[in-house]
């Protein structure tokens, strides 16, 4: 493809100019980091102007930022302007090499250049030596605002509540409400929420003080009622709630809240050590809802019984996880267990802690090239999805490959690296000399391994661009998919962002079969949703990879809805 074809406004020739002539500027951009040396005239510089996307008017006093697009290059300052009163900018002076630009004002969401929603990734900006662009347009969009009430059954104002909205994202390959912006009512019980961006999405009240700690017991029995997490109007059901559309510069007043106060109940139990003996001096036992990310308050207590006996009250009904945290003697101690909770009081629980295990390991190169070890991280990554799990280790490398992650916590870990070369990838996981082909480790029984990680330093490689119909697709958010059967292991997944010429990279791609997609608009994470991804099959490129093979691929963008 001659990509000289579709030059850029205000480009001039250049070593860089030719070098895209000739290879296109993907390659381009790889010959000049792999030692070409810069002269005088190769400096660089941006310039354009700030746009409100819902009128097109510009945008003055604009904090415009051009940062990096590989936190790793040495050229980790970020370089700034403020926009005039037409909404231009320059940033002049710079170095070639591969940017993002991103704009910030008050009464703005805050956005990337060539993104098609505030939320999205914006188009990476490639400058190669020399290169003046002009003509950038970063389209802010005005902030969207909800304001309204919360108040108790009687109508009176709730001071202090925590509102929040909330819509739905991916998490790990599931969908599930996420929060966002918060803000505390007022003594009026007023709040109000900015710097929403357009779509769709929940609000949510959470009463707290003595509201929340549950006063309202009834003289007749040992239940109490608290104000639960409402969900606008007035339920405690995520699925009942009512969800509000957010216009560009909307604002919707009235959202009001009406609290919903609910019977508690009493949960009751033991901690037990797994080992035998007494558990831990005061341990921490504590419930997280996990039907969402929704977590407006834990349920907690300290355990100061001898026998390990503890009492939680005032806990609504609800799926939770019941955990315990504990250190002695420089040693962690943990349990976890999902629990049903339903209108009656809970009895007989049982959290059995293990203590943390120590995970030793040795990281292997295979492949040409030499890679400084102590740059390299491995971690594991908890399968559990939601926000309680018991963290995610990781050790650095030490000079001879060898690792350790002490106090890991039991639950099932998938193996990952980080720091290494981008030509790396993953080639094998084995957990006390057995292959690990899933690349999952269980330590939930509470037992410790032994790894042997092994990085190739041959990972396989695509060049590409991405059309819409005859045209460069700026900004489409690519990604590789493994074949059906490894789609378990996340670090198969590759993704990347088009530049302004619609061109995209990806490195250390581990041999094997693919599906390639190219979307105009995708919510992050999607593309692990199986179903999600089963609307889309007529519309990936397959791809077979091998180790250090450099495929050229052009694809049609995926439109969006």
Known sequence: MNHSENPLPGSRGSAGALLSRDFGPAVAFLLLFAGLALGADDHCSVTGRVVSAATGEPVRKVQVILRPADPRTARSVPLGAVTDASGGFSLPDLEPGQYRLFAERAGFVSGEYGARRPSRSGTPITLLPGQDLTGVEVRLTPQGVITGRVQDEDGDAVANAMVQVLRYTYAQGKRQLTPGMSAATNDLGEYRLYGISPGRYYVAATARGALWSGLYRSPASAQEEIYAPTFYPSTADAASAVPLDVAAGAQLQGIDLTLARVRTVTISGKVVNAAGGAAPSNPMVFLVPQQSAFQPGRYSTSVQDPQGRFVLRGVPPGRYVAAVESWSGGQRFMARQPLEVGNADVEGVTLTI???????GRLRIDGPGHIDLTKVRVFLHPESVGLLNMGTPSAQVQEDGSFLLSNVGPDEYSVGVAGAPDDCYLKSVKANQQEIVDGAVDLSTGAGVNL?????????????VVLSGTQQAAGARVVLV???????????????????????????????????????DVDEGAWYDPDFLARFDHQAQSVAIEETSREGLQLQVIAAN
């Open 354 to 360: 293990l203590p943390g295990v120590n995970v030793a």
């Open 452 to 464: 042997q990680v092994t990085l190739s330093s041959a990972g396989g490689g695509i060049d590409g």
């Open 482 to 520: 493994p074949e059906k059967s490894r789609r378990a292991r996340t670090d198969l997944y590759k993704t990347a962002t088009t530049d302004q010429r619609g061109n995209f990279v990806l490195r250390g791609i581990a041999p094997g079969d693919y599906q390639l997609y190219a979307w105009e």
